[in-house]
């Protein structure tokens, strides 16, 4: 139902208009005078605040709450987090973490010094367990400080005999065995057998030589004859002018 | 809240819970009439989003406590407005029996509350025009003043006179008709 339904009949009745101060009256719920439909108007509006205007029940007005705390709790956070620290909080707060830091450093320190003046004396005594005094008394002879320590001696003595013997066994065996194996026997080894190689070339050579000219004819005494000798000739005359080549080349590389 | 209003304020922006409680028990009511008029099916969790954005937008707020007051009913506009919107965004997830812009929405609950004084009453607001209905609503659950609901719902102070003028004779038609034909 609304104004447009309204029949042209009912509408002679609203012919007056509703002045102002009715009009507030009204809205706020008093009938301005005994007119009924006034009366009923301001009804109506009592109505409808009380209708429409009804408080959250207690369930949703918790939970309303809660959400609210909860945002006005984050939104702090945010601020605090964005702007950082405000003053009044900056100075005892800070204050009082920079005297926290001192007193862990001087702790810490306080406890090193202490700690190394145990050990420098019980090291002195020679009163600490074996390989802690043994380390200790490393430490202390790096830095020129003598301290009683079994070690020490024997770390000296087996340091001169060590180095005695191996800086001879080690300069003799590698320089001496090192440059021969290298040098000399390696190359002479390559250098005869590739000649070995070669005269028994020439050997299975002659030999063939022989054997297909000799065999049949000379027989077991000749062909030894002619064997030993053709091989013995080849062999050295082979093996020496190898060797004198590629030794030569070696000793020029 | 009256005179304990400024402090009331204070203690809401630096976070007390008590200060917070005591608004929402103010202003809560009305601005959930106020949501309910305008026709929204879940008019709990506008009220919850307004009084939300109470919360976050405080620190930009300035006045007194009438100025207050029509703050947070500007935000239950805006609020409706963007409700509006996204529900228009989203027609395929309306209801056949939602109520649209234009008309009242009270829960079966509410109705079973309000019985037959609140049927009514919904009946002959759903006949306003949506302008009309703003601005009765928001004169008489808000209790905001002619220019307090213009600045609120951006008009004129003339435009809005005129406009619950308008309303308030439509009411009164409604009801000597409702007299003739009962």
């Known amino acids: ?253 | 809240m009256g005179i304990n209003f400024p402090q009331t304020l204070d203690a809401a922006r630096a976070g007390a819970e008590w200060a917070w409680a005591s608004i929402y028990r103010d202003l809560a009511p009305p601005v959930l009439g106020y949501v309910r008029g305008r026709g929204r099916s879940e008019p709990e969790d506008v009220t919850a989003e307004v009084f939300l954005q109470v919360v976050r937008d405080l620190p930009n707020f300035a006045g007194d406590e009438r100025d207050f007051r029509s703050w947070v009913f500007a935000i239950a506009r805006h609020r409706l407005v963007d409700d509006w919107r996204r529900r228009s965004r989203r027609p395929v997830h309306e209801s056949l029996d939602a109520p649209s812009e234009g008309t009242v929405a009270m829960s079966a609950e509410e109705d079973a509350l309000t019985g037959l004084a609140g049927e009514r009453v919904r009946q002959i607001i759903q006949g306003l025009t949506a302008d009309q209905r703003d601005v009765l609503l928001l004169r008489i659950l808000g209790d905001l003043t002619v220019e307090e609901i213009a600045r609120v719902v951006k008009k004129s102070p003339g435009a809005v006179k005129a406009l619950q003028r308008r309303g308030l004779e439509a009411i009164r038609r409604t009801i000597l008709l409702e007299g003739v034909t009962l």
């Open chain 1, 1 to 253: 139902m609304t104004d447009r339904n309204a029949s042209t009949g009912d509408m002679g009745r609203f012919a007056r208009k509703l002045t102002d101060r009715e009009l507030d009256q009204v809205l706020g719920g008093q009938a301005p005078d005994e007119e009924g439909d006034l009366q009923q108007l301001a009804s109506f509006v009592r109505d409808a605040r009380a209708v429409l205007g009804q408080a959250p029940d207690e369930e949703t007005a918790a939970r309303h709450l809660a959400a609210m705390s909860d945002m006005a709790r984050d939104a702090d956070t945010a601020v605090i987090a964005s702007a950082g620290p405000t003053p009044w909080r900056r100075g005892p707060s800070s204050q009082r973490e920079r005297s926290r830091v001192m007193s862990r450093k001087l702790l810490a320190i306080v406890s090193a010094v202490v700690l190394v003046g145990l050990l420098s004396g019980a090291a002195y005594a020679g009163v600490l367990p074996g390989p802690v005094q043994r380390a200790v008394a490393d430490v202390a002879g790096n830095l020129g400080v003598a301290l009683p320590g079994s070690n020490a001696e024997n770390d000296i003595d087996e340091g001169e005999v060590n180095e005695v013997d191996d800086g001879q066994a080690g300069d003799i065996e590698q320089s001496q065995v090192g440059n021969f194996d290298e040098g000399a026997t390696d190359d002479t080894d390559e250098g005869e057998v590739g000649e070995v190689d070669e005269a028994n070339d020439v050997h299975d050579a002659e030999v063939g030589d022989v054997d297909e000219g000799d065999v049949d004819d000379s027989g077991e005494g000749e062909l030894e004859d002619s064997d030993d000798g053709d091989a013995e000739d080849s062999d050295e005359g082979a093996s020496k002018d190898s060797d004198d080549g590629e030794a030569g080349e070696d000793d020029g590389a």
